[in-house]
C-alpha cells in the first residue's frame, strides 16, 4: 500500500519563475491539503482539495494556486517565485468528514528559489 | 494562528519516558489535539490525537487534562530513534474541512 508520494523531491528555480509540485494521495484518500514549511518552522497550512474543489485556504497569496484530478492526485502551482518561496511544500491526504483520521504525510518537495 | 504552546526543547535518557507537555488554553470544544513528529527533512508522522479522554497506541499514550487546556505526550520507553522535532497541534474542523496548525514545537533529544 503506496503512501503519499510527491514529486520532484528537490528543484532550484530562479526568482520570476513559475514551479508545479505534484502529489498522490494514499490509496483510497480523496482529500489532499498542502502545506508549507520553512527551515525551522513548522508547517503553515496552504489549501486543501476535494472534490475537486479548493475547500479551504489558509494566508497565501493568489500566487498559490492548486488542483486535484478525477484520481484524487493534486499539483501544487507558485507563479512569480519569491525567495521566501524557498521551502518545503508538504502533501497530505486524508478522509474529508468530521472523522477522527489522521493526515497522512509525504516526503515533502524542497524548493530552492535562486 | 498557532493554538499550541511547546517549549522549544528537552532532553531525555534513552530507555526513560519521555513526558512533553502541550499549553492549548484556547482550543475550542470540538477542536481535536493531535501529536505529529518530524525527524529531520522527512514527513510528519502521525502519533496520536485526542478530544477528552486518555488515548494510548503502540507508539505513546496522550493525557488530556480535564479542563482541556494542556496535554502530555508520554513516549513510555524512549529510543535513539526518538529524537526528533515533535508537533503538537490542534485540528481545526470548518465546513467539514480539516486543517492543522502547527506550532514551533518541540526537539527532543535522546541521550544514550
Known amino acids: 500500500d503506496a503512501g503519499v508520494t510527491q514529486s520532484p523531491t528537490h528543484l532550484i528555480k530562479t526568482r520570476g519563475q513559475q514551479v508545479t509540485l505534484r502529489c498522490s494521495p494514499k490509496?483510497?484518500?480523496?482529500?489532499v491539503s498542502w502545506y508549507q514549511q520553512a527551515l525551522g518552522q513548522g508547517p503553515q497550512f496552504i489549501f486543501q482539495?476535494?472534490?475537486?474543489?479548493?475547500?479551504q485556504r489558509g494566508n497565501f497569496p493568489d500566487r498559490f494556486s492548486g488542483h486535484q484530478f478525477p484520481n484524487y492526485s493534486s499539483e501544487l502551482n507558485v507563479n512569480a517565485l519569491l525567495l521566501g518561496d524557498s521551502a518545503l511544500y508538504l502533501c497530505?491526504?486524508?478522509?474529508?468528514?468530521?472523522?477522527?483520521?489522521?493526515?497522512?504525510f509525504g516526503e515533502g518537495s524542497r524548493l530552492t528559489v535562486l | 494562528d498557532a493554538k499550541t504552546t511547546q517549549p522549544p526543547s528537552m532532553d531525555c535518557a534513552e530507555g526513560r519516558a519521555a513526558n512533553l507537555p502541550c499549553n492549548h488554553s484556547?482550543?475550542?470544544?470540538?477542536?481535536?489535539v493531535y501529536w505529529y513528529r518530524q525527524i529531520h527533512s522527512q514527513g510528519p508522522q502521525y502519533i496520536i490525537h485526542?478530544?477528552?479522554n486518555n488515548e494510548t497506541n503502540e507508539m505513546a499514550s496522550l493525557i488530556i487534562t480535564e479542563d482541556r487546556k494542556s496535554s502530555t505526550l508520554i513516549l513510555p520507553h524512549a529510543t535513539l530513534r526518538d529524537t526528533a522535532v515533535y508537533y503538537c497541534?490542534?485540528?481545526?474542523?470548518?465546513?467539514?474541512?480539516?486543517?492543522?496548525?502547527f506550532g514551533q514545537g518541540t526537539r527532543l533529544t535522546i541521550n544514550p
Open positions: 497530505a491526504s486524508s478522509l474529508l468528514g468530521p472523522g477522527t483520521g489522521e493526515l497522512f
Open positions: 490509496s483510497g484518500h480523496d482529500t
Open positions: 482539495y476535494y472534490e475537486e474543489e479548493e475547500r
Open positions: 484556547t482550543i475550542s470544544g470540538n477542536e481535536y
Open positions: 485526542g478530544l477528552k
Open positions: 497541534i490542534v485540528r481545526v474542523l470548518i465546513q467539514g474541512a480539516q486543517k492543522l496548525v
